[in-house]
């Protein structure tokens, strides 16, 4: 005979729910807005893990309706409501966040949460069920191993995303009914949120090396490459924790969503644990380097922090230190390898990169201006869309003036140190007119990458305008 279910269903939150946990994107988010009130964590903690929940969600705003939902338990959710059963959210998550969560899917007949006296995880959560239920008998659905005393005392244990241990023992010690398939973790999508294709900007750092004309030179050669590692792995290391603090930006874009933290694709822990590691790695390398380069990678590396948790919020100072990240790259590369870096090269690249960095933003903001109408659109930039021909006036503006440096450098007498007929450099400035016109032209018409450096490497006129260049300065030299 076929035992009839229980009235009510019993459901977790974090990882059961979501495919996330809310107090880690909480963080993430106090981290993101709030920088400064990380000190205050400390004093939240000695008040009580419910007190330090209720703080993080009341200085965090969540927005909810981003997050990533296990579509599956949902769904299985909804049908049991279909049944006629009641649903019950229980977690150990804040109750504003848990009942902003249950008002999102509209299908919780009650929430059973954290209050800020009373953390309700593991045994807490256990009493609080059976206290409401009045000794009724119930279902239970969660996911992890701390869960296995609630599902003891349920009717049927239904396994969220199990490991292959977890569901061993429920079968053999519980009354198992529903599984629910592990998420593995998608190891492309996380090589992927380190964006190996932006290692290519980190090749400044063999500049001041092949512009002094030492690349011959295997030692020096070597330490450029070391160099080129430390940055590569501080850049992946600032990636990893920028797409952290984008969750909720990166949700609403229409193609940003699929990145590997937004997507739930890869856990926000795996992130959380993998940036400080990326950059640990970075300065490790870095020791094997000149001390100067090993203080001008922990400057990067807190600049780029800057940046990600604050910065790039501020119209014209993000563009400001995103060029001078791009300039630290070149004064990093001089260090590593002990060669000087002429204030010439140092002038025609800030201006170059200036002008970089504004067709950056100008192709960002002109894809937020067509995508204004798209609910799902979100921006953390604080341009507005009629600053576009204004930012455009400023990156053109910029990289005319690179060219006009670099004319300068030529009718100098420094320039005679390292070129027999520097005569010829000048066929190189037309090119550089033409390539960044060009630049300009296809942002203007929406057909540039939002980087312009990455554009550059996939971009065969780009390539032959290169080794055009390089046949000049060759033929100067």
Known sequence: MRMEQPECLCTDMDGTLLETDTLWESLLVLLGTHPWKIFLIPIW?????????????????????????????????????????????????????????????????TVLASDGKINLSHANKKRAIQAFLGGKE????????VDLPIWACARTAILVGPTAGLLDLARRTLPVGAVFARRKINWSALWSALRPK???????????????????????????ALAFASFSLCASGVYVLNDLLDLESDRLHHIKKARAFASGAVPLWAGIALAPVLTAASLLVATQLPRLFLVE??????ASVLYSTYAKRIPIVDVLLLTGLYLMRILAGGAATHVPVSPWLLAFSMFLLLSLAFTKRYTELAKQTVEDDRPSSSSKRNYLPMDADLIRQFGVASGYISVFVLALYVNGREVTALYRQPQWIWFACPLLLFWISRVW?????GQLNEDPVVFAVHDSVSYVLGVIIVVILFVAS
């Open 45 to 109: 903690l000695l008040r009580g893990k419910a007190a330090f929940k209720q703080e993080i969600a009341k200085h965090a705003s969540l927005n909810v309706s981003t997050l990533p939902f296990r579509e599956d338990v949902v769904e299985f959710l909804r049908a049991e409501k279909r049944k006629g059963r009641k649903l019950i959210l229980a977690t150990a998550a804040d109750s504003t966040i848990a009942s902003a969560v249950a008002q999102r899917l509209g299908i919780f007949d």
């Open 138 to 145: 119930f279902d239970y659905a969660a996911d992890s191993k």
């Open 198 to 224: 932006h290692w290519v900007k980190n090749l400044l750092v063999f500049v001041p090396l092949v512009m002094a004309h030492q690349v011959s030179d295997l030692s020096l050669l070597a330490r450029a």
């Open 297 to 302: 990678i922990a400057i990067y590396s807190a």
């Open 441 to 445: 032209f296809l942002a203007n018409r």
